[in-house]
């Protein structure tokens, strides 16, 4: 089994991941880390190849993300990702973003090991847990609290946007990917003439999206600590969380 602590994907903006300032849309721009983190997973038997057959997956739970700058069409990407820890059922990942030796953007990410057939929560196999590298090489998480923060939800007066829900949002999961909501939310942002894009994010995943979903609503309300963002249905709040 390959010991790989860290994790490197390269990659260049294409123009179809751009937005209308040419710089690189924000669903894009999850997608990329996304990626990488498979990629790393998959070198470990727990990426997203043999979901089928081994019935579990790593689900996002928490992500918490600074960009200092929106990569721009046709600039060359490097993605380093490392794992901080596997314990129980929950796994903690870092991700660096670079444009040369540029960093653009710091993240750093809670996932969930769940059974598939179950829907529920599992405890990651022990073989796993102990055989998964810890990388970083003692350098300090983004957001080392990150499993103890907690977000409120915009108040009822707050306006809501509605965004379609698209067959393209679900994945190999059954569910709608996760990087399908920053485009709910960039979307929302600017329909309500905010800024598309955010300088700090930050989004708690509460529940699924089930499968008949039309569209969700995303409300938007201003505060003292950033934007607090809700994306919701008929079930309650599927994210809640932070930009700015």
Known sequence: M?????YTLEASVRFAEVDSDQVMALPALFQLLQ??????ADLYGV???GIEERGTSWVLNRLAVGIERYPRRGEALRVETWST??????????FRLFCGEELLLSASSLWVWIDLRTRTLARVPEALAAAFP??????PPYR?????????????????VSVTVRYSDFDANRHVNNTAFFDYLQTALVRQGRSPHPG?????????????AVAVEVSLESGDAGTAVAISGPEGAYALGVVE
């Open 134 to 139: 810890v990388g970083g090489a003692g350098q």
């Open 85 to 94: 820890g596997v314990s129980g059922f929950r796994g903690y990942r870092e």
């Open 47 to 49: 990426g997203a190849h």
């Open 2 to 6: 390959p010991t790989k602590t860290e």
């Open 35 to 40: 990626e990488a983190a498979i990629g790393h």
């Open 200 to 212: 700090r994010l930050e989004l708690q995943f509460m529940r699924e999206i089930p499968a008949g």
């Open 144 to 160: 080392a609290e990150l499993e103890r923060r907690r977000y409120a939800a915009p108040s009822a007066a707050s306006p809501a």
